[in-house]
T-cell receptor, first 116, second 114 residues
Framework: DAGVTQSPTHLIKTRGQQVTLRCSPK?????VSWYQQALGQGPQFIFQ???????QRGNFPDRFSGHQFPNYSSELNVNALLLGDSALYLC???????????????FGPGTRLTVL | GESVGLHLPTLSVQEGDNSIINCAYS??????FIWYKQESGKGPQFIID?????DKRQGQRVTVLLNKTVKHLSLQIAATQPGDSAVYFC?????????????FGTGTRLKVLA
């Protein structure tokens, strides 16, 4: 049973560039959440996708956007990269419910983004 | 505001001893809690979860205790092994408030001494 997969593993970009990160959820899961984890800190919620729509967003600027495809996979896009965007970006999948949460989220290995 | 904090940033234990990692949460509306283990360069790995209608849950070598009165969560690891060395996070989800996100603290590093 495949777990959550993410690509690429590592990425180096320069300030002002744009980046796209990809995530495939665990088999049977339909909900994808994205988190940003700065070095030495806990993950911070960016947003969650369910039924191809963003259903909740954390305190991140509009430069962060996403998409969910019919097969439940997801992309995270970050525009106009800043040095402070350097972090580990984590994708978590779960079996969503229409209302409420309380779903166990399983994380992928992450994509390490470095902005120079 | 909402936060999940940890009392001890680093915990060192002898191999074979029991470990206890503590976590305080501030949102009394939180309904669901998970402990994750994160090894260097990897994503968080699910260890055990507990819902607010329980005060104790046991897994293989791990036990989670929830004290809603003082808003405190703990993870107990029995017979700690070198492979348990990692950073441990507790995460809360106040889902009955309509929140889907998990709120993480900064983590506790567990070091197992041979």
């Amino acid at each position: 049973d495949a777990g959550v997969t993410q690509s690429p593993t590592h990425l180096i970009k320069t300030r002002g560039q744009q980046v796209t990160l990809r995530c495939s959820p665990k088999s049977g899961h339909d909900t994808v959440s994205w988190y940003q984890q700065a070095l030495g800190q806990g993950p911070q919620f960016i947003f969650q996708y369910y039924e191809e729509e963003e259903r909740q967003r954390g305190n991140f600027p509009d430069r962060f956007s996403g998409h969910q495809f019919p097969n439940y996979s997801s992309e995270l896009n970050v525009n106009a990269l800043l040095l402070g965007d350097s972090a580990l970006y984590l994708c978590a999948s779960s079996l969503g419910k229409q209302r409420g949460g309380g779903d166990t989220q399983y994380f992928g290995p992450g994509t390490r983004l470095t902005v120079l | 505001g909402e936060s999940v904090g940890l009392h001890l940033p680093t915990l060192s234990v002898q191999e074979g001893d029991n470990s206890i990692i503590n976590c305080a949460y501030s949102n009394s509306a939180s309904d669901y809690f998970i402990w994750y283990k994160q090894e260097s360069g990897k994503g968080p790995q699910f260890i055990i979860d507990i819902r607010s209608n329980m005060d104790k849950r046991q897994g293989q070598r791990v036990t989670v205790l929830l004290n809603k009165t003082v808003k405190h969560l703990s993870l107990q690891i029995a017979a700690t092994q070198p492979g348990d060395s990692a950073v441990y996070f507790c995460a809360e989800n106040p889902y009955t408030s309509g929140t889907y996100k998990y709120i993480f603290g900064t983590g506790t590093r567990l070091k197992v001494l041979a």
